[in-house]
């Protein structure tokens, strides 16, 4: 056989030995609702960088975006991707035992909060996922959320009389704003931006690093630190996905997860720490005096239904937790 074709053959003989490993590699696919460059890219790919080291690159992680979170959801219950993280907002449509941390006021700060979710009490409700079809990995991070709008600088619940305002698709969120005057607007957030520029609503709450990585400053003219909900995030996936892990995949799985939690929380501080002057150096007017007292009394009616309606007794624990 000429040399010519004997090497043909050889590289035809040895390319499925070449492929192996590529093909031996699992594929995970993780959306998130933010760009790359923000809090929740950060937990996204901290826990890719983590996951494919420790597994000696087995796996591949493939970050997407996708700012529908309940589009998100849902795929991750059907399967169709592995991963989500999102923020809690559509996630009481899913496992209603997550509304009790949307209760406004709940957290007294981000210590308390982190304590409360990596303890005992978010354990047990990360467990309720199970039953959904779907697996709580681990509690993230989306920060504290203040309120914009285009109309006018909000201090006090007077102001937010008549304003229209977007919240997520969260019916605590939604029974918060009606309470204090506004008129609640849900909506996904890939909805936003149009519904600002259009004058379909007139505002929006989120937390800090959410209105910088979204530039919202160019549709909002006002901010004001109301500081009214803690909202975390949460890593969701597949049961199928991490059934199919081995014992010892399962525990680099939750290695990576941690430090997707560490990166994401990590990014939220900074963000927030520098967040009020990055937004008042593009041109947005920040209110950092708001009456607080007054927008809690003033949730006093919606206060009491959620005693009736969520679990009271575990409301009392979250308020008297006391970090060390």
């Known amino acids: 056989m000429p040399l010519t074709r004997r090497a043909a053959l050889a590289a035809v003989l040895l390319a499925p030995l070449a492929a192996g490993p590529a ?10 609702a933010l760009p ?8 996204a790919s901290g826990f890719k960088e983590a996951f494919e080291r420790l597994t000696n690159n087995r796996y591949r992680v493939v970050l997407q975006r996708n700012d529908n979170e309940r589009e998100m959801i849902e795929s991750v219950q059907i399967g169709t991707i592995d991963c989500t993280v999102t923020s809690t907002g559509p996630v009481g449509n899913f496992v209603p035992e997550v509304r009790i941390f949307d209760v406004p006021f709940l957290f007294r700060d981000r210590a308390h909060a982190h304590a409360v979710l990596d303890g005992e009490i978010g354990q047990s409700v990360l467990k309720r996922f199970e039953a959904r079809g779907l697996v709580g ?25 008549g304003l229209k305002v977007r919240t997520m698709e969260n019916q605590v969120h939604m029974r918060a704003f009606s309470t204090l005057g506004a008129l609640p607007t849900p909506m996904a957030f ?6 600002l520029q259009q004058g379909t609503v007139d505002g929006q709450e989120n937390p800090i690093p959410v209105i910088v990585a979204n530039n919202l400053n160019q549709v909002q003219r006002y901010m004001s630190l ?13 049961p199928g996905t991490v059934g199919r892990l081995s014992a010892a995949d399962r525990q680099h799985f939750m290695t990576a997860a941690k430090a997707g939690q560490k990166a994401n929380r990590d990014r939220v501080a900074a963000d927030d720490a520098g967040g009020v002057e990055e937004l008042r150096r593009r041109g947005m007017q920040v209110t950092t005096e708001v009456d607080s007292a007054a927008f809690r009394s003033s949730l006093a009616p919606a206060f009491a239904e959620w005693e009736r309606t969520l679990d009271a007794a575990l409301l009392k624990r979250i308020r008297d937790w006391q970090t060390n």
């Open 23 to 32: 093909l031996a590699q699992t594929q995970i696919t993780i959306q998130h």
């Open 36 to 43: 790359v460059n923000s809090h929740t890219g950060a937990a």
């Open 137 to 161: 990995v681990i509690w993230a991070e989306n920060g504290f959320r203040h309120l914009t709008n285009s109309r006018r600088e909000v201090t006090s619940p007077a102001d937010l009389r």
């Open 190 to 195: 890939s909805e936003l931006v149009p519904a």
């Open 226 to 238: 109301t500081a009214h909900v803690y909202s975390p995030q949460v890593i969701i996936c597949n």
